[in-house]
Nanobody, 116 residues
Framework: QVQLVESGGALVQAGGSLRLSCAASGLTFSRYHMGWYRQAPGKQRELVARIRTSGSTYYADSVKGRFTISRDNAKNTVILQMLSLKSEDTGVYYC??????????WGQGTQVTVAS
């Protein structure tokens, strides 16, 4: 059974930082691209950052230069380091495991609230 468990969400002041973690189990982690998505109230879920199996990364324009995604295949973990947080970064952050073929998997989400 595949499980993705996010942690690290919190209430933080604007300009602050947070480190989100996603621990994966039940899958061959190194074979999955890993993405962080977020969903703000009343908005659609959007891709924030992705790290492929090769280690190459993608960032949404809104977070470039502030967020860093990394992975540790030995620990089956993907990290999202978030700096210089803004109120518009508020939302539920979800981890997703994305294979080249077949089903993807979602975590349950972790709440990030940035107070201005």
């Amino acid at each position: 059974q595949v499980q993705l468990v996010e942690s690290g969400g919190a209430l933080v002041q604007a300009g602050g930082s947070l480190r989100l973690s996603c621990a994966a189990s039940g899958l061959t982690f190194s074979r999955y691209h890993m993405g962080w998505y977020r969903q703000a109230p009343g908005k659609q879920r959007e891709l924030v950052a992705r790290i492929r199996t090769s280690g190459s990364t993608y960032y949404a324009d809104s977070v470039k230069g502030r967020f860093t995604i990394s992975r540790d295949n030995a620990k089956n973990t993907v990290i999202l380091q978030m700096l210089s947080l803004k109120s518009e970064d508020t939302g539920v952050y979800y981890c997703r495991a994305e294979p080249n073929y077949g089903s993807s998997y979602w975590g349950q989400g972790t709440q990030v609230t940035v107070a201005s």
